[in-house]
């Protein structure tokens, strides 16, 4: 996956560089079984079971960009300002939820 344009700005505003890399990160695939039927105590007459593949864990990761470049586009080749490190957060663990459950 390419991680897309992250930016560093000074105290003033202004852009210092740009950085952006190709980076591996984990997602969450997958199918979840799910059903429907037929119901007499349900309103909608029909009894829903929705489930979503989601994360259960995320771990934060630190990364490291390797494409950056001035304010002018020009690539920066200083040691110091060629690259740049960034945290992110992906699935270390999916499972399946209950659809809408967003209270775990």
Same mark, same amino acid.
């Given at each position: 996956?390419?991680?897309?344009?992250?930016?560093?700005?000074?105290?003033?505003?202004?852009? &210092?560089?740009? !950085?952006? #890399?190709?980076?591996? &990160?984990?997602? !969450?695939? #997958?199918?979840?079984?799910?059903?429907?039927?037929?119901?007499v105590v349900t309103a909608t007459g029909f009894l829903k079971e929705c489930f979503c593949c989601r994360e259960n864990y995320l771990r934060e990761r630190v990364v490291t960009l390797t494409h950056c470049y001035d304010p002018d586009g020009l690539r920066l080749e200083d040691e110091d300002s060629a690259t740049m490190e960034v945290r992110l957060r992906e699935p270390d663990e999916c499972k399946c939820y209950k659809c809408g459950d967003f209270s775990r």
């Open positions: 996956m390419t991680l897309g344009i992250t930016e560093e700005y000074d105290e003033l505003g202004s852009l &210092v560089r740009s !950085c952006s #890399g190709e980076v591996t &990160v984990n997602k !969450c695939e #997958g199918i979840c079984n799910s059903q429907i039927q037929p119901s």
